[in-house]
């Protein structure tokens, strides 16, 4: 087994029990939020991440920095829920931790993620346009849509549901006729 899919087993077992915790307490929605924003914190911070990655700083020390840079931003849940990963030190995978919530909190509300790679900024129009689509073809309550802006791409977009891929770019038709004509 691929060292990803053993810390994939490592993490289900805390982002599910985050889950039962916020259900309980009736803040999911918040604890979402919050995890967003410790997400978003940690990747623009890479100095942080190696702070946490790095075995040699102590228990202590990464608590005293999780408690400053945290304590007001965060539900106590989410607080307590991160001194926990590094009583336990795992905390160096709270990336990891994060995205199978995440991913069980869109199962828990029939959620679909959809990533859209496009070469243009979309209008709030159209976004509503697609996600009323892909709510339509998924039989889904709701759409969480991620975009990524891709400037190689020659017009349309490219829409990526699970492991299913809608490539309406016209990047992707030629690609595709390419294909076609050369097995011709």
């Known amino acids: 087994m691929s060292n990803q899919g053993v810390m994939s087993k490592v993490a289900m077992p805390y982002a599910e029990a985050l889950i039962e915790s916020a259900r309980d307490s009736a803040i999911l929605d918040q604890i979402n939020q919050d995890l967003s924003l410790v997400s978003n914190i940690l990747k623009k911070s890479e100095e ?8 040699s700083i102590t228990v202590e020390i990464k ?13 106590d849940i989410v607080l307590k829920f ?6 336990r030190r795992r905390i160096s995978v709270l990336d990891l ?9 869109y ?3 029939s959620t679909v993620v959809a990533e ?3 070469p243009i900024v979309l209008t709030d129009v159209q976004e509503t346009e697609l996600i009323n689509k892909i709510k339509h073809m998924s ?7 991620v975009t990524k802006l891709n400037p190689d791409l020659i017009a349309g977009f490219i829409v990526k549901i699970g492991s299913k ?4 770019s016209l990047q992707g038709k030629l690609i595709h006729m390419t294909t076609y004509l050369n097995s011709a």
């Open 97 to 105: 931790i994060i995205n199978k919530y995440l991913d069980l909190v």
């Open 165 to 168: 891929t809608i490539d309406t």
């Open 116 to 118: 859209i790679s496009t």
């Open 107 to 109: 199962q828990l509300e």
């Open 63 to 75: 608590k005293n920095v999780v408690n400053k840079v945290f304590s007001n931003q965060v539900h």
């Open 139 to 145: 039989c889904s309550k709701t759409v969480k849509l």
């Open 48 to 55: 942080l991440k190696i702070f946490f990655d790095n075995p």
């Open 82 to 87: 991160l001194l926990v990963l590094i009583d």
